[in-house]
């Protein structure tokens, strides 16, 4: 059975209620982390449209280099306070990751991007977050530290990011979710799930090798 985690909301419990749920959480948190599934967030979905996309048996799902749609405009500001968008890591091969610090599978996961991106930033791949559903930067930032995440992501905490992306690319139900954007700027790979460092290699190496 697959475990969903929700961000945090500003609903008032009596103390009585959340002694009660306690146990529950921490289970459930547990077995997310072991088993990397996806968190929901909430909001709605992207819908359904031709996207190209052909997805394979891993949950990795790929476009033909000839059938991919662009990447949507992204910027906003960073959980640094900087000023970024996607359009500054031109002719890049770029993997953007949504993530939540609220998300079992986005701790889980967070320390195979950090080295993936580590590994194949001098192959001319950046990596570029999308921080979701946070209320506020602070535990953001502290994930990040606590992973050594290298690369910049965007405050989101509306979500509002997400929806920008082409209608059937990017379902805001999903959090971890990863796209790969080509060096043409064009979408190129999903993954609506958490990845291991295997699966994440198997969705950047081929746009690395493309001319």
Not at 47 to 55: D, L, P
Not at 135 to 149: L, M
Not at 160 to 166: D, H
Request: charged share 25%; glycine share 10%; aromatic share 6%.
């Amino acid at each position: 059975m697959s475990a969903a985690c929700r961000a945090p909301r500003s609903q008032n419990r009596s103390a009585r209620s959340r002694r009660s749920r306690l146990p529950l959480l921490a289970a459930g948190a547990a077995a997310a982390a072991l088993t990397l599934t996806a968190c929901g967030s909430g909001g709605t979905s992207g819908g359904s449209g031709k996207t190209n996309f052909v997805t394979g048996s891993d949950g990795i799902a790929t476009v033909k280099k000839g059938d991919r749609h662009d990447a949507p405009k992204l910027d906003g500001e960073t959980l640094d306070g900087d000023k970024l968008a996607l359009a500054d890591f031109k002719d890049k091969v770029v993997v953007v990751n949504v993530w939540g610090s609220w998300c079992p599978p986005c701790r889980a996961e967070a320390p195979s991007f950090a080295k993936v991106a580590k590994d194949t930033k001098p192959k001319g791949v950046e990596f570029l977050g999308i921080n979701a559903r946070d209320p506020e930067k602070g535990p953001a930032i502290a994930f990040e530290k606590d992973k050594g995440v290298p690369y910049p992501s965007l405050y989101d905490p509306m979500g509002k990011l997400m929806l920008r992306f082409p209608r059937g690319t990017l379902n805001p139900n999903f959090i971890p979710s990863t796209l790969v954007i080509d060096r043409e700027g064009k979408i190129a790979a999903r993954s609506q799930q958490p990845l291991s460092e295997e699966k994440l290699r198997k969705m950047i190496d081929p746009l690395i090798a493309e001319k």
